[in-house]
């Protein structure tokens, strides 16, 4: 199974691979949960919200600076429902961000902050 989702954001190429590539910036709007990776080719990456594990993965072709095309692929037909409805809200958290600078406040925006305040 695979899941493509797309998004055009008003913003220069650089400005939208720095806010996903730097993991203090992609906190902001990836409900508080913090991202690691290499950003390359066959490099892994893990979120951590609220102390633990909460996804990981392997980044199989990464074309940058580009249009925010974000693929699941090799999805179990079971794979949980949250992998795919939560990146309308990534999505519009990161537009949000990138075109006025603000946080998204929606119920469940900052689910992994845990008490840390989000900073714009």
């Known amino acids: 199974m695979e899941r493509a989702f797309e998004i055009d954001i008003k913003t220069t190429p650089e400005r939208l691979w720095t806010a996903i590539t730097d993991t203090e910036m992609r906190r902001k709007y990836n409900f508080g949960a913090v991202l690691t ?3 390359t080719p066959g490099s892994g990456y893990r979120g951590m919200g609220g102390g633990r594990p909460i996804f990981e993965g392997e980044n199989l072709s990464i074309d940058a600076p580009c249009r925010l ?3 699941h ?3 179990r037909e079971n794979a949980n429902a949250q992998l795919c409805g939560g990146w ?3 999505r519009s958290g990161l537009k949000t961000l990138l075109e006025t600078g603000e946080l998204l406040t929606t119920p469940g925006s ?3 902050q845990h008490g840390r305040e989000a900073t714009a």
């Open 37 to 39: 990776s290499q950003s």
């Open 88 to 90: 309308p809200m990534v």
């Open 73 to 75: 692929d090799q999805l």
């Open 69 to 71: 095309i974000v693929t």
């Open 110 to 112: 900052l689910r992994w």
